[in-house]
Structures are given as structure tokens and as C-alpha cells.
């Protein structure tokens, strides 16, 4: 047993950043379906307050997001996630390939970046390994 699993209970939470409340909603069946606790955001803005919410900066364990959304988009909530959560580990999950932002977010720490639509059974392989990683608690 992992420290997410110590931590939450079950497989750690995952925020899930989707502005298409039908992607968000099928991401979030897949994930619960593995047994994952997921929290909802429909943009970057929703994201942060959620992570400044009671224990929610130390019990999720994984960010999913999409990029191009409303208010606070996906590249601004990760700069803003890496500054202040920076042991999280972040997917993104768009409909929108672009190899220059996909190699820039994966050099600011981003672990996956998965284009739409994204099978279950992907997705899932994804999250498990990212999940599996070890994580980086260096906060100085």
C-alpha cells in the first residue's frame, strides 16, 4: 500500500480540470469505476479553489487537465499547481494535439499528455503508472 492509498483511503483523490461537462463526467465514471475518489473542476479558476479546500492539497494524488478552458486555462492552472503543489503529478488530457506544447508541459513536469477521446482502458493504465511513480516532496 502506497502513501495515496495511506493518505485517502482508496487510491488517492484525483482533481479532474474538464470544461465539457460530458468528458468530465465520463472521466470521472471511468476513474470511480477503478476506485479512485474524483473532485470536479470546470476550468482552472474552479481547480485552485478546490485545492485550497480542507485537506484536498494533501489528499489528491494526481491532476487531470484539459488545456483550452474558460477563465484560468490548463497551461495557467499548472504553472499555478507546480508553484504550489509541485510534488503533484498532472496529466493532461486534450482535444487538441500540439507536439511543441506537449514537449513544453512535459519539461515543466507534466507526466502524460493524452489526446481525446482517450479509451478507458488507457487512461487508466496512465493514471496507475503515474500514480506509481515516486513523487517529488521537495518543497523548499
Same mark, same amino acid.
Given at each position: 500500500?502506497? *502513501?495515496?492509498?495511506?493518505?485517502?483511503? +482508496? !487510491?488517492?483523490?484525483? &482533481?479532474?480540470?474538464?470544461?465539457?461537462?460530458?468528458? %468530465?463526467? *465520463?472521466?470521472?465514471? !471511468?476513474?470511480? $469505476? #477503478?476506485?479512485?475518489? /474524483?473532485?470536479?473542476?470546470?476550468d482552472g479558476e474552479k481547480a485552485i479553489e478546490e485545492m485550497?479546500?480542507? $485537506?484536498? &492539497?494533501? %489528499? /489528491?494524488? &494526481? *491532476?487531470?487537465?484539459?488545456?483550452?478552458?474558460?477563465? *484560468?486555462?490548463?497551461?495557467? #492552472?499548472?504553472? @499555478?499547481? %507546480?508553484? !504550489? #503543489?509541485? $510534488?503533484?503529478?498532472?496529466? +493532461? /488530457?486534450?482535444? @487538441?494535439?500540439d507536439t511543441d506544447l506537449a514537449i513544453s508541459l512535459m519539461?515543466?513536469?507534466?507526466?502524460? @499528455?493524452?489526446?481525446?477521446? +482517450?479509451?478507458?482502458?488507457?487512461?487508466?493504465?496512465?493514471?496507475? #503508472?503515474?500514480?506509481?511513480?515516486?513523487?517529488?516532496?521537495?518543497? +523548499?
Amino acid at each position: 500500500m502506497g *502513501i495515496i492509498d495511506n493518505v485517502s483511503g +482508496v !487510491h488517492g483523490k484525483i &482533481l479532474v480540470i474538464e470544461d465539457e461537462e460530458e468528458v %468530465r463526467d *465520463i472521466l470521472k465514471l !471511468h476513474l470511480e $469505476s #477503478a476506485g479512485y475518489e /474524483v473532485i470536479e473542476a470546470e476550468d482552472g479558476e474552479k481547480a485552485i479553489e478546490e485545492m485550497k479546500k480542507g $485537506s484536498n &492539497l494533501l %489528499r /489528491v494524488g &494526481l *491532476i487531470i487537465t484539459d488545456i483550452r478552458m474558460p477563465k *484560468i486555462n490548463g497551461v495557467e #492552472a499548472i504553472e @499555478y499547481l %507546480r508553484e !504550489h #503543489a509541485p $510534488s503533484k503529478p498532472i496529466m +493532461v /488530457v486534450t482535444g @487538441y494535439p500540439d507536439t511543441d506544447l506537449a514537449i513544453s508541459l512535459m519539461q515543466k513536469g507534466v507526466k502524460e @499528455y493524452l489526446v481525446k477521446p +482517450v479509451e478507458k482502458e488507457k487512461l487508466l493504465e496512465k493514471v496507475k #503508472a503515474v500514480l506509481a511513480e515516486e513523487q517529488n516532496f521537495d518543497y +523548499v
